[in-house]
């Protein structure tokens, strides 16, 4: 099993197990989960995070300049798990 990876999105939190990505959100109730291999892409574009779905839709999560290498390790380390990285 993978480092835990837990990273500050703006004011979300991502947190990476190295199967499941989740997202932390002040906006609702708990968060929402996503197991990476059914993720068809995940990148940085400029200061948000992207996430593709296999249903064809995305989520964005913006995130400050200072918060930028820890969003570039949760990438590269679920781009890695969907064996891409």
Known sequence: MADLIEVPLDEWVASFDGRVLEIFTPYQ???MRYRVTLLVN???DGNTLTIE???KDRGFWPFRDEQRAGIERLVTAVEAA???G
């Open 82 to 84: 969907r064996g891409v």
């Open 42 to 44: 995940c990148w940085i």
């Open 29 to 31: 109730q708990g968060s």
């Open 53 to 55: 779905f296999a249903r």
